[in-house]
C-alpha cells in the first residue's frame, strides 16, 4: 500500500476509501489502526480540502466514542464496509486511489 497517500508512522495501518460529501471525490488514505480505535482520525479530500472527522475517542471533536460506523449505521441504516479475507478481491493501486484507466 505505499501508493496509497496517508500516515507515514510505524504500526498496524488501516486503508480507508471514502467519497468527499462535498465535492463528490473518491479517495483512499492509509490510517493508523491506533488512533482509529484509540485516537481522533480527521482526513482532508485531495480535491477540494474539505475535511471529514473518521473517529474520535477521546472526545476531542465529537462525543468520545464516536466513529463514521456508528454514524452511518444511525443517520442511514448502513455501515461501513469492511474488506476481510472472505470477501477480499484483486484490486490494483489506481482502483485504491480512483484513477481512471
Same mark, same amino acid.
Given at each position: 500500500?505505499?501508493?496509497?497517500? *496517508?500516515? #507515514?508512522? %510505524?504500526?498496524?495501518?488501516?486503508?480507508?476509501?471514502?467519497?468527499?460529501?462535498?465535492?463528490?471525490?473518491?479517495?483512499?488514505?492509509?490510517?493508523?489502526?491506533?488512533? &482509529? %480505535?484509540? @485516537?481522533?482520525?480527521?482526513?482532508? /479530500? @485531495? #480535491? /477540494?480540502?474539505?475535511?471529514?472527522?473518521?473517529? =474520535?475517542?477521546?472526545?476531542?471533536?465529537? %462525543?468520545?466514542?464516536?466513529?463514521?460506523?456508528? &454514524?452511518? #449505521? #444511525?443517520? $442511514?441504516? $448502513?455501515?461501513?464496509?469492511?474488506?476481510? =479475507?472472505?470477501?477480499?478481491?484483486?484490486?490494483?493501486?489506481? =482502483?485504491?486511489? *480512483?484513477?481512471?484507466?
Amino acid at each position: 500500500f505505499s501508493d496509497i497517500p *496517508g500516515i #507515514q508512522s %510505524e504500526g498496524p495501518k488501516l486503508v480507508l476509501m471514502f467519497t468527499c460529501n462535498v465535492c463528490d471525490t473518491r479517495s483512499a488514505k492509509k490510517i493508523s489502526k491506533n488512533s &482509529y %480505535e484509540n @485516537g481522533v482520525v480527521i482526513v482532508r /479530500c @485531495g #480535491q /477540494c480540502k474539505n475535511l471529514h472527522l473518521i473517529a =474520535d475517542r477521546i472526545g476531542m471533536v465529537e %462525543e468520545k466514542g464516536w466513529d463514521i460506523n456508528k &454514524y452511518l #449505521q #444511525q443517520t $442511514q441504516n $448502513q455501515g461501513v464496509k469492511h474488506i476481510t =479475507d472472505e470477501n477480499l478481491f484483486e484490486l490494483s493501486a489506481d =482502483d485504491f486511489l *480512483g484513477l481512471k484507466k
